[in-house]
């Protein structure tokens, strides 16, 4: 059987325990998987993409098929590039339903291929957001249970908290 190839793309800014479990759990289904940091001009990162992609090899490094990448442009373009077989994002709350839900029907349309599949968020990480973690983490909150231990040292120093 052909090698089976899945990208967990996001933002990822920066990278959080929720997102991990959802990286973990992908490699643990598909022989690879890549990490895909979507650069996005109109929103304003607090992490430049080098700085996100450096987050996240460090807070995958014990997974050895797991790779990071970075891309502009549509989606699905890149994973026809990358010849992926599946895309793999997390479900938290119901609001994201609505939003996966027609992201999904817009990459089927541009891509029939490729399949997209969802991952229950684990209930300790259901309401975890990158957003929330830089909300918390710029008035010197304890992130160290929601962020990898890098994450956090990164978030002090954006935050100038040292
Ligand atoms: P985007 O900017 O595309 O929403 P994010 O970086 O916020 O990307 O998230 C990337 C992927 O990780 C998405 O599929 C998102 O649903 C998922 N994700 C984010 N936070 C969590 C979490 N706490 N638990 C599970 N999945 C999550």
Do not use: W
């Given at each position: 059987?052909?090698?089976?190839l899945?990208?967990?793309p ?11 479990d959802i ?5 643990k289904?598909?022989?690879?998987v890549?990490?895909a940091?979507?650069h996005n001009?109109s929103?304003?990162?607090l992490?430049?993409i080098e700085?996100?992609?450096d ?7 014990h997974l ?6 970075s891309h502009g ?18 479900l938290r709350?119901?609001?994201?339903f609505?939003?996966?839900l027609q992201i999904t029907?817009?990459n ?6 490729i399949?997209?599949?969802y ?7 259901s309401f975890l ?16 249970d ?17």
């Amino acid at each position: 059987m052909s090698s089976r190839l899945a990208i967990c793309p996001g933002s990822f800014d920066p990278i959080t325990y929720g997102h991990l479990d959802i990286i973990e759990r992908s490699a643990k289904v598909f022989d690879h998987v890549i990490v895909a940091v979507f650069h996005n001009e109109s929103k304003s990162p607090l992490f430049s993409i080098e700085e996100r992609m450096d987050l996240i090899s460090e807070a995958t490094k014990h997974l050895h098929n797991v790779s990071v990448d970075s891309h502009g442009g549509l989606l699905m373009d890149y994973a026809k590039k990358k010849k992926a077989n599946a895309l793999v994002r997390g479900l938290r709350a119901i609001s994201d339903f609505e939003y996966e839900l027609q992201i999904t029907s817009m990459n089927r349309k541009l891509y029939e291929e490729i399949e997209t599949f969802y991952i229950m968020a684990n209930n300790k990480y259901s309401f975890l957001s990158s957003s929330v973690v830089k909300e918390v983490a710029k008035f010197n909150a304890n992130v160290s249970d929601l962020v990898p231990e890098a994450v956090e040292k990164a978030l002090k120093e954006k935050f100038n908290l040292n």
